[in-house]
Nanobody
Framework: QVQLAESGGGLVQVGDSLRLSCAAS????????SAWFRQAPGKEREFVSS????????YYADSVKGRFTISRDNAENMVWLQMDSLKPEDTAVYYC?????????????????????WGQGTQVTVSS
């Protein structure tokens, strides 16, 4: 059974940092691209960041570019999202997702459809 488990969320102040973790288990052998999405109350889910299996390519939403950093360790089956200079608008539930790194993934990585597996989410609240 495939599981993605997020952790590291919490309540922080504006300008603080958080590091989200995503632990993967049970997935079949493949080249898995990983991503973080978020959903704020009353809003649609939005893309935050993604990373290829090799870790060589990383993509970010404009709203987090320069503040968030995605990374991974395939030996540990872990993906992280380092979030710095947090703002109130970063408040959301953050979801980890994984999908096979196919040619189509590179065209649609900002959308939810390419991702087969999703975690349950971790709440991030940034207080002003």
């Amino acid at each position: 059974q495939v599981q993605l488990a997020e952790s590291g969320g919490g309540l922080v102040q504006v300008g603080d940092s958080l590091r989200l973790s995503c632990a993967a288990s049970g997935r079949p052998v493949s080249r898995w691209a990983s991503a973080w999405f978020r959903q704020a109350p009353g809003k649609e889910r939005e893309f935050v960041s993604s990373i290829t299996w090799s870790g060589q390519r990383k993509y970010y939403a404009d709203s987090v570019k320069g503040r968030f950093t995605i990374s991974r360790d395939n030996a540990e089956n872990m993906v992280w999202l380092q979030m710095d200079s947090l703002k109130p608008e970063d408040t959301a539930v953050y979801y980890c997702a994984e999908g096979r790194e196919t040619p189509d993934w590179y065209s649609y990585y900002r959308e939810g459809a390419p991702y087969e597996y999703w975690g349950q989410g971790t709440q991030v609240t940034v207080s002003s």
